[in-house]
């Protein structure tokens, strides 16, 4: 396909989701490149992400762009190519997020550097989403949902609780500080261990670095806030099996999680490149046939809409600091950490991402049932 044909199908396909090419809208693409219409229609999202990267086209209001183009559906019509395909055979073939691989996330995207993420991230370094719920900042909105997630668990003083991807330890330090709890969190980045070490080290709090399945003894809660993104659909039974074995008899569960309206076994190439190495967005079919026969689902909650303003507070943050943060990253980070944040809100605002929240409680016939409301 020439490079005039292939403009002309781009033009027409991104019209169809009121984007006009080099048009005055701050939405609208403005092309600096003439091969970007052949290699986005060759390599789909990959060829949109790296030619953004590569500064082949920009977009003001790249995070309304992206919503347009995912709410008309136009990822459809650009058929993948061969190496595109090729990810996703070999995500079905290998188990991509092994123990082996497992802490390739960390060294890539977690640990590459606590400047970046202190400038972007609110004060108690959470890196996941936000309940905006009443919230005017993201510190109050950070807090709500740690908040809740205590709440959700019925969280009391001395309780012991796993925490299976602590991130930078934001719930441990709060569910010790605020309830009394004695947190155990693991997790595969070095930086955060570090980080999160120092911040609690006067609290009951001990963070490792430590796959989660590697992790032994019970406790009286077992969450997780991020780290299904990681696990990979061939671990999800085996995720449900950990939590099941390292939680106590009459002990809660707890998953906070992004969310893929569809079963896969890979994320968006782009995001899998740069981003997040391995990852893999759970379907709900996906984690409820992993559940099956280990858990009842007490309570299952989506508030996708408010990753969308998270992700807007992480770039109006991350864009004021980048003055500071340039002397340590090149201008193809800032441009592969921008198209990073906006694009995400813009799927979470065309509701092609949810985010869960999901209360786990083992089957039992005298069990109560759990009341969140």
């Known amino acids: 396909m020439g490079t005039s044909t292939s403009e002309k ?4 396909l991104v019209q169809t989701a009121g984007i006009t090419v080099n048009g005055n809208a701050p939405y609208d693409i403005q092309v600096r490149n003439s091969h970007f219409y052949q290699r986005v229609l060759a ?7 790296e030619s953004y990267m590569d500064g082949w086209w920009d977009c003001e209001q790249l995070d309304e762009c992206i919503n347009r183009i995912l709410r008309a559906d136009l990822p459809s019509h650009i058929k993948s190519n061969l190496s595109l395909l090729w990810h996703v055979l070999h995500a079905r073939l290998f188990n991509l997020q092994s123990k082996k691989r497992a802490f390739q996330v960390g060294e890539r995207h977690y640990d590459i550097g606590n400047d970046l993420y202190e400038a972007m991230l609110d004060s108690r370094m959470n890196y996941t989403c936000a309940y905006w719920r009443g919230a005017k900042t993201l510190d109050q909105a950070q807090e709500n949902k ?3 997630v205590c709440k959700k668990i019925g969280l009391q003083p001395g309780m012991t609780v796993l925490e299976l991807g602590c991130g930078f330890g934001a719930f441990a330090g709060y569910a010790a500080q605020k309830y009394g709890a ?3 969190g693991v997790t595969v980045s070095k930086k955060q261990v570090e980080w999160a070490n120092v911040k609690y080290e006067n609290l009951p709090v001990d963070i490792r670095l430590q796959d989660y399945r590697s992790v032994r003894g019970q406790y009286d809660r077992v969450i997780s806030i991020g780290i299904m ?14 939590v099941d074995r390292t939680l106590k008899p009459g002990g809660l569960a707890f998953i906070h999680t992004i969310g893929g309206n569809f079963s896969g076994a890979i994320a968006d190439p782009w995001t899998v490149k740069y981003i997040f190495p391995n990852g893999s967005l759970p379907s709900m079919a996906q984690l ?8 009842d689902m007490e309570d299952w909650h989506n508030f996708g809409p408010d990753y969308d303003r998270t992700l807007l507070a992480w770039y109006a943050n991350f864009s004021h600091a980048w003055p500071e943060l340039k002397s ?3 201008e193809r980070f800032y441009r592969m950490w921008r198209y990073y944040l906006l694009s995400a809100a813009g799927g979470f605002r065309a509701r092609h991402n949810q985010l869960w929240q999901m209360v786990l409680n083992r089957p039992r016939k005298d069990q109560p049932a759990c009341r969140y409301s």
């Open 9 to 12: 199908v781009f033009r027409d």
């Open 328 to 330: 340590h990253y090149d």
């Open 182 to 184: 004695q947190v155990t």
């Open 43 to 49: 390599q789909g999202s990959l060829g949109l992400g």
């Open 229 to 242: 993104e990681h696990v990979g659909y061939k671990n999800y039974r085996t995720y449900m099996e950990v």
């Open 288 to 295: 409820t046939r992993a559940m099956e026969g280990l858990f």
């Open 146 to 148: 740690l908040e809740l």
